[in-house]
């Protein structure tokens, strides 16, 4: 069998159900989602379709796709050349601070992500198969390959599931880690057993917190599938623009980008809603994996305590419940999840730089940032909320 790798500006050159078919069968080991909904045609074609990618927004569409002699898809890589380092969650800024000083040039770069999505997931799409090895190696040499058509200084390749790490870094990509929250699913029957297993003065502390936010009249409602109108995605847009211009300074995600995703995959999608005297003031947007509830964006109108931790935690956690799933994965950063039952977990990246001298400066930082990384996650693990044995 002889390999073709070809180049897709847009997902609108690639047919749905053949991306799919390496998507959402991409290998998966352990306890990984089979079907994680960001790799999927709907998802990314979303971003394109509604211009949150393309265009002048930085994120330039360069899909890599392996086929056979019959053009039959084999694999491919959600792949962008981009200008900048924002929308990643893997910061590199400093890296390229240096390299400009230095009298390089750091971008364009090649990024192998789902754009605006810290959520691990696979990157090779590349089903199972007895070729499936030789089909990631050529995806790979791909992207060195456009890299160096485009004289982009780097690949990366972010939040990556474990098959994902062994064959980038077989070729000699640089790892580097980093650390979510995520909660964890130990068979619970309610929220009330979740509890259980807390240690009594954070299940106080919980129980106080989820009384709070609900005080002044304010109601939670689950909104998903064909229940999910452009009523909610207005009232959503308003509460998205309103905390994300205020905390981050440039949401990502256009009003176009909400209405497609609804339309094309509303079952994959939760909206948790609050709402006070008749109308919506905050909200959470989830979408849902086949063993996963991934956490993504949420915003509100109205200030009232601890109602973050409501909409966008404790409601993910009976619904994950509800719903059987094994884990949430409730986004980026946020050491105060700890306190509400989630847990430190590694996420990692790859990284291949062009340049030696930049390469060899990266592994030196890389290596010392892991062991940070590492020790840091163990201190966290030992500060959950949950009880010991010796412990009521």
């Not at 990618?53 to 053009?71: F, K, M, N, Y």
């Not at 000083?101 to 959520?119: D, E, I, M, N, W």
């Not at 809603?273 to 991934?294: E, H």
């Not at 094994?326 to 996420?347: F, W």
Request: hydrophobic residues 40%; proline residues 4%; contains cysteine.
């Amino acid at each position: 069998m002889s390999f073709q790798v070809k180049i897709a500006q847009s997902l609108k050159a690639v047919p749905a159900a053949a991306w799919d078919a390496c998507a959402l069968r991409a290998a998966t080991a352990g306890d990984e989602d089979p079907h994680n909904p960001f790799v999927s045609h709907a998802f990314l074609s979303v971003l394109e379709d509604s211009g949150c990618v393309g265009g002048r927004t930085g994120w330039a569409p360069l899909h890599l796709v392996v086929e056979d002699e019959a053009e039959t898809l084999l694999g491919a890589v959600p792949c962008y050349l981009k200008s900048h380092s924002m929308g990643e969650y893997v910061f590199d800024h400093s890296w390229a601070d240096a390299y400009t000083r230095a009298g390089g040039h750091y971008y364009p770069k090649l990024q192998v992500s789902v754009p605006f999505t810290p959520a691990t997931g696979p990157r090779l799409l590349v089903p199972e198969s007895p070729r499936a090895d030789e089909v990631r190696d050529h995806l790979i040499a791909g992207l060195r390959a456009v890299r160096d058509q485009t004289k982009a200084s780097s690949i990366h390749a972010t939040f990556l599931q474990e098959a994902d790490i062994k064959a980038f870094t077989a070729k000699g990509f640089l790892r580097r880690d980093d650390q979510q929250f995520h909660w964890f699913n130990e068979d619970y029957g309610s929220f009330d057993n979740f509890l259980a297993a807390l240690a009594s003065r954070k299940r106080k502390a919980i129980r106080r917190e989820r009384r709070d936010a609900l005080q002044n009249g304010i109601t939670v409602e689950w909104v998903t599938g064909r229940d999910i109108t452009e009523a909610h995605w207005d009232a959503f847009f308003a509460f998205y623009m309103d905390t994300g211009s205020r905390k981050w300074g440039r949401p990502y995600l256009n009003r176009r980008f909400f209405s497609l995703v609804g339309e094309r995959m509303a079952e994959r999608i939760l909206l948790v809603m609050a709402k006070r005297n008749g109308r919506y003031i905050a909200g959470a947007i989830n979408f849902i994996g086949d063993r996963r509830l991934y956490g993504r964006n949420w915003g509100c109108i109205e200030d009232h305590p601890f109602l973050h931790f409501e909409v966008c935690y404790y409601q993910a956690i009976e619904f994950a419940i509800a719903r059987g799933l094994d884990r949430v994965e409730a986004g980026a950063q946020g050491e105060h999840k700890l306190a509400r039952g989630y847990r430190p977990v590694i996420t990692t990246s790859a990284h291949d730089l062009a340049d030696p001298s930049l390469r060899r400066a990266v592994a030196s930082y890389l290596e010392q940032e892991r062991r940070y990384v590492s020790e840091a996650a163990e201190e966290l693990a030992s500060a959950t909320p949950f009880r010991h044995q010796d412990e009521e």
